[in-house]
């Protein structure tokens, strides 16, 4: 084992499993009431008009690095939340997309074809797909071997984003600090993912994990996207609708809602652009 993945090992012993930490089996992390699939489910529709803006422009720039060719290819969008990555895929030529989620109400409808899964037990028979699409999903997991050999079965190339190691834009802290003072305290699983810093990965982290999974050859780099949005209302639907806020926004009464938007967006006034540092693997 090379140094990489020794590294990314210590790391992964460190931080343990955001499910195993709580004694959960891998994946299940977010099965569970307070866990990452019910927080998602809870958050689709705060989602679909927040965040998946963004989440559509880094899905179109990952695109561009799939390790095979797109034109007709089967893909798989693992952990596709509202499909995004799918979507972008389709565009560049995929004959078809089969998204798989933790949560329900994040999958996207047709074309694609959507199931509700864990990444760590995929309902697919070995290679049933040419791609495996895996965008902001594999943060998911303090140790993303489980879910990265069942991705490598199912499918004969990966690609994958997480965020670079670092990146941070001051809407994140600012927006969660506005919602503490209407009472948001952020769930379990959130304080989890934050303290064991799985959510950021640097690229010989992720390529010693895709070798790890199977992966004959890994490459990873850093890519900056500028997403485009940057207006304080763009700022605050991205924030707002971020699995671990969205529910709690949403019990919100609707005087307080707009009020909290307000605060939020006086907050992130003047604030940098959104221009995301991520990490591309492409692996076959
Ligand atoms: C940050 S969102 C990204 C969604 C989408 N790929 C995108 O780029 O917009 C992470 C997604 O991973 C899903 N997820 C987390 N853990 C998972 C698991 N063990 N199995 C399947 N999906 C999972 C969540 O439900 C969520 O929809």
Do not use: C, I
């Not at 190691?165 to 934050?194: L, N, Q, T």
């Not at 949403?250 to 990490?279: C, K, N, Y």
């Amino acid at each position: 084992m090379g140094e990489g993945a020794r590294r990314v090992r210590r790391r992964a012993g460190l931080v343990g499993g955001a499910g195993a930490a709580r004694g959960a089996a891998p994946g299940d992390a977010g099965v569970s009431g307070d866990g990452v699939g019910a927080s998602y489910d809870a958050a689709a529709q705060g989602w679909r008009a927040g965040p998946e803006r963004m989440y559509r422009r880094l899905a179109e720039a990952m695109a561009g690095h799939a390790p095979v060719e797109v034109r007709d290819a089967r893909v798989l969008d693992a952990g596709a939340g509202t499909g995004v990555a799918g979507d972008a895929l389709r565009r560049r030529g995929a004959r078809s997309v089969v998204a798989v989620d933790l949560a329900p109400g994040m999958l996207p409808g047709a074309p694609a074809l959507a199931t509700v899964g864990d990444l760590t037990r995929l309902p697919f028979r070995d290679g049933s797909f040419d791609l495996a699409a895996a965008a902001f999903s594999l943060n998911h997991f303090a140790d993303p071997t489980d879910a990265m050999t069942e991705l490598h079965r199912v499918a004969g190339a990966l690609v994958a984003t997480v965020f670079a190691p670092g990146w941070d834009h001051p809407a994140k802290e600012a927006v969660d600090g506005v919602m503490a003072g209407y009472g948001f305290v952020p769930p379990g699983w959130y304080a989890d993912f934050k303290a064991s810093g799985a959510y950021e990965l640097d690229p010989a982290g992720f390529e010693a994990y895709a070798r790890a999974a199977g992966f004959g050859s890994a490459d990873a780099e850093v890519v900056e996207v500028d997403t485009g949005l940057g207006a304080p209302a763009d700022l605050v639907g991205w924030r707002l609708g971020m699995a671990h806020l969205a529910p709690y926004v949403a019990g919100l009464d609707p005087e307080q809602r707009q009020r909290a938007r307000r605060d939020a967006e006086e907050a992130v006034t003047g604030m940098p652009p959104l221009v995301v540092r991520m990490v591309v693997l492409r692996a076959r």
